[in-house]
């Protein structure tokens, strides 16, 4: 072949290469990113219409960087004449700041100032809601503009810089570690039936405690005794869980219940144990735990004085199986209960992303978050960017909105935003909807039919005082009930081995069941069963990683003179790096970093090439290039290429054929030029 | 009692004045469910104005 006929192939892959990018571009343009709090800053409760907002103090929330010492928070300090403090205890390691400034003018400028500074990841307004009670007047300085809490307010400031004055005493730092990581609770401890008393409860007239004659009954003496082919638990209200059925939940379980993996409840709470707050609920006697935390009272025992979490959580890891109430869906997984909304069920993005951090950093590889807002936080998202980050599945519910526009951090790309659908499998009539959502999951929708039997059931504690019944058995609707089968879902695909948060995304909308209409049912409602299958194939051994192997102790092994032993070592090495190479990348940059594009790419085949054209280093340039072109078509023809699948869709797939093709070519080529240098066996032809 | 145009007018004004969210709460709170008008342990709706003027009374003067 001539030089210029060479040149000329060579320029038009490099040019059908740049057009299959071609699509990306667009896709990459439409990432969703907004502008960082653009909000004004608004005041709190208060007179209302006879109020100017504007004079009164506002409270800023200040993220700051990791690496941030003692000596910047001072720093800090003296240039914006801020008085810092810690959101909570669990702050410290993660520099999450609250600062009070003077009114709406002073707090918008230091706010702008703060997020030019390096020391700074994050800063926002942040404004609170009213509770009358006299200590919120410390944790939430920003109030009524009334005499008596302004004087509240100073009073508080005083208090705070005395607590810090004490805490330096003590040898606070702000280099204080966190306290020791959860640990998840023994899962070789059996289950045990619930006390006979139980069985006595009062349940709501609209559901059967006893089980239908025709349900199979189980005798399960130590608790979970669920089989990989008898997989109906025993619990009573089972039966009236249809949102089980609708995603194939028992499918699942012939495979895992979650086990080990622990999900975080960030909400209003969970009703976990009995404490000096309130009473377990009664079908979570052997549902596993970990430590949690209380982000409104600031304590460590996050009880549930509002139902919404309890309920939240019962869908992930209600006890099940112990001929009780409902069950859980991944029953076996360990939940971590974090309070970051009130009694009332409202609650302050500073502790919605202290909650996050802690989650992150004490062991949660779930987090589920079914609350939200119109309003993005700044300091929320780059908590969930530490959060997945850090590998945790982040699932959050799309919003209660009735209309298009899904709410934050349902929102944020790095969140698994979920619809809601009723026992029709039709979006429910409540559900927020829009181009963020990434899969729809059982939600319930009593709004039309109002009858109990379309909502979702699970074991909560419904205040009397906010017209519940107290620890009962609850059908409830909403996006809160969708995004927790979700998370469960997740949980279950995680306890598989796939842990990277862009893969389970990727497994959950992939395993969906297609509905049409992405706005509303993204890639379609939630599939247990097939989570579940698609993850067990692909987070165990592949066939591919056993036969590559075997090829390369072939090579070894088999043939050749013993002069080029090294040469074929240099091979074996080569191919290995080319198949394995992409797949460590991965591993490095995360399964939805932009970079995989290139290290899913011809780009190291051809680098290969060009530095190991000369001599026996084209040999091992040929092998290289096979390796990675083996590599690229293996996970394109088991969907399980990363980032184009999980971030560009259909837009990849010029891309992934033109480079597949593009790496099958150089190492056609490279060993074409070895074979013209080195001679070939007896019998074939270069040309 | 229902609440009347005008009275609609002063909180829709109000809102925009004070920069608080549609539901008149500071522009960032955060609900669980996302939707304070939806109780999500009962069925129904409550009225935007209402819930507003339940948190705001001295909107209805």
Redesign the interface.
Known sequence: MKKTTRFGLATLGIAALGLSAAPLVPVWLSQKEYSA?D??????N??????D?RSLPFEIDIDLADDATSRDVLAIERETGLDLTLNSVYSAKNRLMRAVAPNAEAARRLVERLREDPRVEAA??????SIPEPWLAYRNPVALNSPQVLAAIEMAREQAKEERAQQIAQGVTFETQMPEGAVPQDPTVPFSLRAPEAADAPIPSNFSRTAPSEAPSLSCETGNCLTETDTRPNDPLYDQQWNFRMIGAEDAWKTTRGKGVVVAVI??GVAAATTKKGKQAKDFGVTPFVKGYDFVNDDADPYDD???GTHVAGTISESTNNNEGAAGIAHEATIMPLK??SAQ?????AD?ADAIRFAADNGAQVINM??????P?DVIHKAVKYARKKGVVIVC??????REGV?YP?AFPECVAISSVGPSGKLAT?S?WGKEVALAAPGGD??ES?DPKDGILQNTV?PES???RGDDY?A??????ASPHAAAVAALVVSQGVTDPARVRDILTKSASPQGEPKKYGAGILSAGNAVKTATAEGGPKLRHVVLPMLVTLMLLAGGSRRRFGVRLAMAAAITAGFFGPDLFIGWVGADSAWNLLGFSVLPAVAACALLRRGAGVKVAAAFSLGLAVNLFANWHNGTLPFTTATFGDAAVPWTAANLAAAFTLAYAATWRAARRFGLPRGTTAD | MPVNEEQKK?IDE?IK??????YG????????????L?D??????KDRYEYILEK?P??RK
Do not use: C
């Not at chain 1, 519910?397 to 009735?402: E, L, R, Y």
């Open positions: 709090a909000s004004v800053p608004t005041a709190v208060g007179t209302a219409a006879a109020l907002v926002d307004m942040e404004v609170l809601y909400d209003t509002h139902g919404h970051v909304l069920g409202w609650g302050k993005s919605i079914s609350l939200g807002s119109s309003q936080s519910a799309a919003g209660n909105s009735f709410g349902a409540y927020s009593m709004v109002g419904f906010q017209g519940g609850y409830f609707q909403g996006t809160s009930m | 002063k109000w004045k004070a920069g608080r969210n549609e709460d500071p522009a960032d709170t955060v609900y669980a469910g996302g939707n304070p939806f999500e342990r009962k069925p129904g709706l705001y001295e909107l």
